[in-house]
């Protein structure tokens, strides 16, 4: 079992950059493909990015493709994700989850078994 954390949300301006982290417990945390998701008010949860066990292997949504940055470390038990040029529709809780299951494409929900309690993110215009 892991136990994820999050941490480096907060208040930004548009344009602006943030760095989140999703610290784990546990000594096997390559073993677990981990990925980011956030949901705003009133709408449903979305993919963000995902991060294989390695670290080699990558995707993101289309919304944030070029604009975001999934890394890791698995010697710090940490998955990164640099968010710049945000925007307003940026705004959402964060969350990051993992999963040890093989073969999927780390882009929906239902793939992870654990997660993270989330950090909010706000952009201002």
């Known amino acids: 079992q892991v136990q994820l954390v999050e941490s480096g949300g907060g208040l930004v301006q548009a344009g602006g950059s943030l760095r989140l982290s999703c610290a784990a417990s546990?000594?096997?945390?390559?073993?677990?493909?981990i990925g980011w998701f956030r949901q705003a008010p009133g709408k449903e949860r979305d993919f963000v990015a995902a991060?294989?066990?390695?670290?080699?292997?990558?995707s993101y949504a289309d919304s944030v493709r070029g604009r975001f940055t999934i890394s890791r470390d698995n010697g710090k038990n940490t998955v990164y994700l640099r968010m710049s040029s945000l925007a307003p529709e940026d705004t959402a809780v964060y969350r990051c989850?993992?999963?040890?299951?093989?073969?999927?494409?780390?882009?929906?929900?239902?793939?992870?078994?654990?997660w993270g309690q989330g950090t909010q993110v706000t952009v201002s215009s």
């Open positions: 991060i294989s066990r390695s670290g080699l292997s990558t």
């Open positions: 989850a993992a999963t040890t299951r093989r073969g999927l494409s780390l882009k929906a929900d239902h793939e992870y078994d654990y």
């Open positions: 546990g000594r096997t945390f390559s073993n677990y493909a």
